[in-house]
């Protein structure tokens, strides 16, 4: 554990409101780096009620390997749509083992709601915030249920809705860290090499940030990395960071 972790105030015991906490946290960690916060993550809330979500996208990488340097046994929640590309189910195996990561738990979407709301299979197409919902955000919330605190990977180069995000905020009743708020690519860039981590399998076929597959599409020269997310939709966010979870 980091000198900077056991430093965190103690104005704000676990009894206080999540809000009083949260605040409490972003102060002391506003200038930390990834692995101090998670560290910090930890101690304020212990490993069997900590989860770290993941989409083993192009840049997840970076996170699980700072998370796996801190401790492997973190649970990972991996999101599987039923849309996702084959290289990114062939990504989340390969970083799994690489990293050694312990406890890699992949969610599905219930049966019942895709048979009530997607009984075609396409309902991206015609309302892609509900097809996130049903296949994202309701089963994260399902697999959060037995957490206090999460961990996820934005950050705020990403720009729109991330470029104010704090380093730890209230989630309704959860805590939730975001350990890469501060980070650049650059730091990226240095993790993926210093620890020579795999690219995801597409990042090579211009794909620069992966989600699902029929609202996922290469982006061009100079577009932001998440321009291919649901291109020419209006639409930034699958709605796991714009509700609370809890």
Not at 95 to 118: E, H, K, Q, W, Y
Not at 174 to 199: G, M, Q, S
Not at 203 to 219: D, E, I, N, W
Request: aromatic share 6%; hydrophobic share 40%.
């Amino acid at each position: 554990m980091t000198e900077l972790a056991h430093s965190l105030p103690s104005s704000a015991p676990a009894s206080a409101g999540v809000e009083t906490r949260a605040q409490a946290l972003d102060a002391a960690l506003r200038s930390a780096s990834p692995a101090e916060i998670i560290a910090a993550a930890l101690r304020e809330i212990g490993r069997d009620k900590l989860a770290a979500v993941s989409s083993f996208g192009t840049e997840s990488a970076a996170l699980l390997k700072v998370m796996a340097d801190v401790d492997p046994a973190i649970p990972v929640v991996f999101l599987d749509t039923g849309w996702l590309f084959e290289e990114t189910l062939a990504y989340r195996d390969t970083l799994t083992d690489l990293l050694g990561l312990r406890d890699v738990r992949s969610i599905n979407p219930l049966d019942a709601d895709l048979d009530r709301d997607d009984a075609a299979r396409e309902l991206w197409f015609s309302d892609p915030d509900k097809c996130c919902l049903i296949r994202k955000v309701e089963p994260l919330k399902r697999a959060l249920t037995p957490f206090d605190g999460w961990i996820n990977g934005r950050k705020r180069f990403q720009g729109g809705a991330r470029a104010d995000i704090p380093v730890v905020e209230a989630d309704g009743s959860r805590l939730k860290f975001n350990p890469f708020a501060n980070v650049t690519p650059t730091d990226i860039a240095a993790i993926y090499a210093a620890a020579k981590l795999p690219p995801h399998p597409l990042v090579g076929s211009g794909f620069l940030s992966v989600g699902c597959m029929p609202c996922t599409s290469r982006a061009e020269a100079g577009e932001d990395a998440r321009a291919g997310r649901w291109r020419g939709r209006g639409k930034t966010e699958c709605g796991i960071h714009t509700v609370k979870t809890s």
